[in-house]
Protein backbone atom coordinates (compact mmCIF):
# COMPACT_ATOMS: atom_id res chain seq x y z
CA UNK A 1 0.00 0.00 0.00
CA UNK A 2 2.80 2.11 0.88
CA UNK A 3 4.59 1.54 -2.04
CA UNK A 4 1.00 2.80 -4.17
CA UNK A 5 1.03 5.45 -2.10
CA UNK A 6 5.11 6.71 -3.16
CA UNK A 7 4.44 5.93 -7.02
CA UNK A 8 0.71 7.65 -7.07
CA UNK A 9 2.55 10.40 -6.22
CA UNK A 10 5.21 10.55 -8.69
CA UNK A 11 3.33 9.72 -11.37
CA UNK A 12 1.33 13.52 -10.25
CA UNK A 13 4.69 15.12 -9.54
CA UNK A 14 6.08 14.42 -13.04
CA UNK A 15 3.45 16.51 -15.32
CA UNK A 16 3.39 19.46 -11.74
CA UNK A 17 7.62 19.64 -12.42
CA UNK A 18 7.56 20.01 -15.68
CA UNK A 19 4.59 22.80 -15.94
CA UNK A 20 7.06 24.49 -13.63
CA UNK A 21 10.09 24.35 -15.54
CA UNK A 22 7.83 25.70 -18.60
CA UNK A 23 6.64 28.33 -16.64
CA UNK A 24 9.97 29.32 -16.05
CA UNK A 25 11.50 29.19 -18.99
CA UNK A 26 8.48 31.35 -20.51
CA UNK A 27 9.69 34.13 -17.94
CA UNK A 28 13.04 33.53 -19.28
CA UNK A 29 12.45 34.10 -22.91
CA UNK A 30 10.27 36.99 -22.36
CA UNK A 31 12.98 38.52 -20.37
CA UNK A 32 15.47 38.78 -23.17
CA UNK A 33 12.66 40.70 -25.18
CA UNK A 34 11.90 43.07 -22.34
CA UNK A 35 11.94 47.09 -23.80
CA UNK A 36 14.81 48.03 -21.59
CA UNK A 37 15.19 51.60 -23.28
CA UNK A 38 11.70 52.31 -22.59
CA UNK A 39 12.43 51.22 -19.01
CA UNK A 40 15.49 53.47 -18.83
CA UNK A 41 12.99 56.45 -20.23
CA UNK A 42 10.41 55.69 -17.44
CA UNK A 43 13.80 55.93 -15.12
CA UNK A 44 14.48 59.35 -16.66
CA UNK A 45 10.35 60.77 -16.02
CA UNK A 46 11.02 59.62 -12.78
CA UNK A 47 14.36 61.13 -12.19
CA UNK A 48 13.14 64.70 -13.81
CA UNK A 49 10.22 64.52 -11.51
CA UNK A 50 12.42 64.33 -9.03
CA UNK A 51 14.36 66.97 -9.76
CA UNK A 52 11.26 69.61 -10.36
CA UNK A 53 9.82 68.37 -6.73
CA UNK A 54 7.07 66.86 -8.79
CA UNK A 55 4.69 64.12 -7.79
CA UNK A 56 4.23 60.70 -9.43
CA UNK A 57 0.87 58.91 -9.21
CA UNK A 58 1.21 55.41 -9.80
CA UNK A 59 -2.30 53.17 -10.03
CA UNK A 60 -3.76 49.91 -11.31
CA UNK A 61 -6.21 46.95 -11.21
CA UNK A 62 -6.23 43.67 -9.28
CA UNK A 63 -2.54 42.18 -9.25
CA UNK A 64 -1.71 45.53 -10.74
CA UNK A 65 -2.93 47.71 -7.63
CA UNK A 66 -0.48 45.20 -5.67
CA UNK A 67 2.52 46.21 -7.80
CA UNK A 68 1.14 50.15 -7.81
CA UNK A 69 1.43 50.04 -4.25
CA UNK A 70 4.74 48.13 -3.81
CA UNK A 71 6.01 50.66 -6.40
CA UNK A 72 4.93 53.39 -4.50
CA UNK A 73 6.47 52.07 -1.26
CA UNK A 74 9.37 50.75 -3.42
CA UNK A 75 10.07 54.86 -4.03
CA UNK A 76 8.98 56.14 -0.97
CA UNK A 77 11.20 54.26 1.00
CA UNK A 78 13.52 52.24 -0.69
CA UNK A 79 14.85 55.22 -3.04
CA UNK A 80 15.66 57.62 0.61
CA UNK A 81 19.18 58.58 0.18
CA UNK A 82 21.74 60.85 1.24
CA UNK A 83 18.17 63.29 2.08
CA UNK A 84 16.63 63.22 -1.48
CA UNK A 85 13.12 61.80 -1.29
CA UNK A 86 10.67 61.08 -3.88
CA UNK A 87 7.14 62.11 -3.46
CA UNK A 88 4.47 59.01 -4.41
CA UNK A 89 0.56 58.23 -3.91
CA UNK A 90 -0.80 55.48 -4.73
CA UNK A 91 -4.74 55.56 -5.58
CA UNK A 92 -4.65 51.94 -4.92
CA UNK A 93 -5.16 52.03 -0.90
CA UNK A 94 -7.52 54.06 0.36
CA UNK A 95 -10.50 51.92 0.41
CA UNK A 96 -13.26 54.02 1.41
CA UNK A 97 -12.34 56.75 -1.46
CA UNK A 98 -11.97 54.27 -3.97
CA UNK A 99 -15.54 52.54 -2.56
CA UNK A 100 -17.25 56.56 -2.65
CA UNK A 101 -15.91 56.58 -6.04
CA UNK A 102 -17.05 53.53 -7.82
CA UNK A 103 -20.47 54.16 -5.87
CA UNK A 104 -21.11 57.17 -6.96
CA UNK A 105 -19.52 58.07 -10.30
CA UNK A 106 -18.55 54.43 -11.29
CA UNK A 107 -15.60 52.38 -11.60
CA UNK A 108 -14.17 53.71 -14.45
CA UNK A 109 -13.62 56.88 -12.71
CA UNK A 110 -11.97 55.61 -9.18
CA UNK A 111 -8.66 56.71 -10.51
CA UNK A 112 -8.83 60.03 -12.84
CA UNK A 113 -11.33 61.67 -10.01
CA UNK A 114 -8.36 61.27 -7.30
CA UNK A 115 -5.94 62.35 -9.91
CA UNK A 116 -8.42 65.84 -10.22
CA UNK A 117 -7.33 66.57 -6.64
CA UNK A 118 -3.89 66.37 -6.98
CA UNK A 119 -2.07 66.28 -10.34
CA UNK A 120 -0.18 69.21 -12.04
CA UNK A 121 1.57 70.12 -15.04
CA UNK A 122 4.86 68.38 -15.10
CA UNK A 123 3.49 65.47 -12.50
CA UNK A 124 4.21 61.93 -13.66
CA UNK A 125 1.13 59.75 -13.75
CA UNK A 126 2.43 56.11 -13.81
CA UNK A 127 -0.34 53.79 -15.00
CA UNK A 128 0.11 49.66 -14.77
CA UNK A 129 -2.33 47.02 -16.46
CA UNK A 130 -2.00 43.68 -17.33
CA UNK A 131 -4.15 44.04 -20.93
CA UNK A 132 -3.63 47.70 -21.09
CA UNK A 133 -7.42 48.23 -22.02
CA UNK A 134 -8.88 48.50 -18.39
CA UNK A 135 -11.37 51.84 -18.30
CA UNK A 136 -10.38 53.12 -14.85
CA UNK A 137 -6.29 53.07 -16.50
CA UNK A 138 -7.67 54.82 -19.82
CA UNK A 139 -9.82 57.65 -17.91
CA UNK A 140 -7.11 58.18 -15.77
CA UNK A 141 -4.61 58.70 -18.33
CA UNK A 142 -7.17 60.97 -20.36
CA UNK A 143 -7.36 62.97 -17.38
CA UNK A 144 -3.64 63.19 -16.86
CA UNK A 145 -3.20 64.36 -20.08
CA UNK A 146 -5.79 66.94 -19.90
CA UNK A 147 -3.59 68.44 -16.48
CA UNK A 148 -0.37 68.33 -18.60
CA UNK A 149 0.92 65.59 -16.93
CA UNK A 150 3.58 62.88 -18.18
CA UNK A 151 2.05 59.44 -18.37
CA UNK A 152 3.87 56.97 -18.38
CA UNK A 153 2.92 52.88 -18.07
CA UNK A 154 3.48 49.08 -17.87
CA UNK A 155 1.41 46.80 -19.37
CA UNK A 156 1.58 43.07 -21.44
CA UNK A 157 -0.14 41.95 -24.61
CA UNK A 158 0.39 44.49 -27.04
CA UNK A 159 0.39 47.37 -24.69
CA UNK A 160 -3.39 48.09 -25.10
CA UNK A 161 -5.14 51.32 -25.97
CA UNK A 162 -3.34 52.15 -23.01
CA UNK A 163 -0.28 52.83 -24.83
CA UNK A 164 -1.21 55.26 -27.28
CA UNK A 165 -2.18 57.35 -24.44
CA UNK A 166 1.43 56.85 -22.62
CA UNK A 167 4.73 59.58 -23.57
CA UNK A 168 6.64 56.37 -22.22
CA UNK A 169 4.81 52.95 -21.91
CA UNK A 170 6.83 49.68 -21.44
CA UNK A 171 5.37 47.07 -22.44
CA UNK A 172 5.94 43.09 -21.91
CA UNK A 173 5.51 41.15 -24.78
CA UNK A 174 3.47 38.24 -23.73
CA UNK A 175 0.08 36.67 -23.42
CA UNK A 176 0.62 35.34 -20.45
CA UNK A 177 -0.87 37.58 -17.64
CA UNK A 178 1.06 35.50 -14.84
CA UNK A 179 4.30 36.02 -16.79
CA UNK A 180 2.95 39.93 -17.46
CA UNK A 181 2.65 40.52 -13.66
CA UNK A 182 5.59 38.60 -12.66
CA UNK A 183 7.93 41.09 -15.12
CA UNK A 184 5.96 44.20 -13.87
CA UNK A 185 7.25 43.46 -10.63
CA UNK A 186 11.07 42.87 -11.78
CA UNK A 187 10.69 46.07 -14.43
CA UNK A 188 9.69 48.06 -11.09
CA UNK A 189 12.99 46.92 -8.82
CA UNK A 190 14.83 47.75 -12.07
CA UNK A 191 13.69 51.34 -11.55
CA UNK A 192 13.77 51.04 -8.00
CA UNK A 193 17.59 50.21 -8.38
CA UNK A 194 18.37 52.79 -10.97
CA UNK A 195 16.64 55.45 -8.85
CA UNK A 196 17.95 54.75 -5.79
CA UNK A 197 21.77 54.67 -7.38
CA UNK A 198 21.74 58.23 -9.04
CA UNK A 199 19.96 59.86 -5.84
CA UNK A 200 23.20 58.71 -4.17
CA UNK A 201 25.34 59.88 -7.24
CA UNK A 202 26.89 63.64 -6.12
CA UNK A 203 24.57 66.44 -8.35
CA UNK A 204 27.94 66.90 -10.57
CA UNK A 205 28.21 63.11 -11.24
CA UNK A 206 25.15 62.61 -11.36
CA UNK A 207 24.10 65.01 -14.58
CA UNK A 208 27.34 63.90 -16.29
CA UNK A 209 26.10 60.23 -15.87
CA UNK A 210 23.26 61.29 -17.05
CA UNK A 211 24.71 63.03 -20.48
CA UNK A 212 26.49 59.97 -21.39
CA UNK A 213 23.92 57.82 -21.29
CA UNK A 214 21.18 59.96 -22.35
CA UNK A 215 18.75 59.49 -19.12
Known amino acids: MQRGTENEGARLAGPIEFSVQAY ?6 TIQQLPYSTIHQIIAAIMQ ?4 GRTIFVFGNGGSAATASH ?8 ATTNGH ?3 VMAFTDNVPLLTAWANDAGYEHVFAEQLKNFVQPGDVVFAISGSGNSASILEALKAARDAGAVTVGMAGYQGGKMKDLCDICAVVPSDDIQVVEDLHHAIAHSILTAVR ?6 PRTMAASAASTGD
Do not use: H, Y
Request: aromatic letters at 8%; one cysteine or more.
Open 85 to 87: RLK
Open 49 to 52: AFEQ
Open 71 to 78: VMCDLNKG
Open 197 to 202: AKLQTP
Open 24 to 29: FQAVTR
